[in-house]
Every structure is written in C-alpha cells, then in structure tokens.
C-alpha cells in the first residue's frame, strides 16, 4: 500500500526558515514526480514545487528562488527547503505522488508563519 508521510511543519517567524520531509513507502516504484502542494484557510490547493522528471523541476512563482524541492532517491524522501518565509506561505503542506495512474497524498503538515 502506497502511503506518504510529511513532517517538518510547524510555527516560523516572517523571514525564517524550515524544512519539510515527504518519506514514500517502498512500494513507490519512484519518485521522478514527486511534489508539494499547499492549501489555506478558504483557498484551493495549489502547486507549490514538485518535481517533473527525472532531472527537471516547477515552482510556484510565489516560491520561485526562495523555495527548493530536492529529494534522495534512495530513501524515497522529498524535501522542500523553505526559507524567506512569509506570513502569505501559511498553509498545510500536502505531497503528492503519482504511481501508474494513481494520484497519492499524504495527510499534511501544518505551516504557520507569523509577522
């Protein structure tokens, strides 16, 4: 069974830092597409970085060059390394993966940044 589990939430001030952690169980044939996704209070769930191939990555322009995804193949783990935070990346932290034609998601981990 495919099951997804994020940590590394938590409270950060504006300007700070964290780090979160999507660990993929070893039935995950990979994690080439693996990526995060991020919802707020009244809003929908959007891309925040995900990867897209092998090589290849996509970042939400509101993130771009202040987030970064990256992963270790062999632990199956995808991270996303948040720094500038700003009250606005507030939200839970969902990752997602795709495996054959399945879509998968963790349970998330809650973000909060405050001013």
């Known amino acids: 069974q495919v099951q997804l589990v994020e940590s590394g939430g938590g409270l950060a001030q504006a300007g700070g830092s964290l780090r979160l952690s999507c660990a993929a169980s070893?039935?995950?044939?990979?994690?080439?597409?693996m990526g995060w996704y991020r919802q707020a209070p009244g809003n929908q769930r959007e891309l925040v970085a995900t990867f897209t191939s092998a090589y290849t990555t996509k970042y939400a322009d509101s993130v771009r060059g202040r987030f970064t995804i990256s992963r270790d193949n062999a632990k199956k783990t995808v991270y996303l390394q948040m720094n500038s935070l700003k009250p606005e990346d507030t939200g839970t932290y969902y990752c997602?993966?795709?495996?054959?034609?399945?879509?998968?998601w963790g349970k998330g981990t809650l973000v909060i940044v405050s001013s």
């Open positions: 070893e039935s995950i044939f990979s994690i080439n597409n």
């Open positions: 997602k993966v795709t495996d054959g034609w399945t879509d998968y």
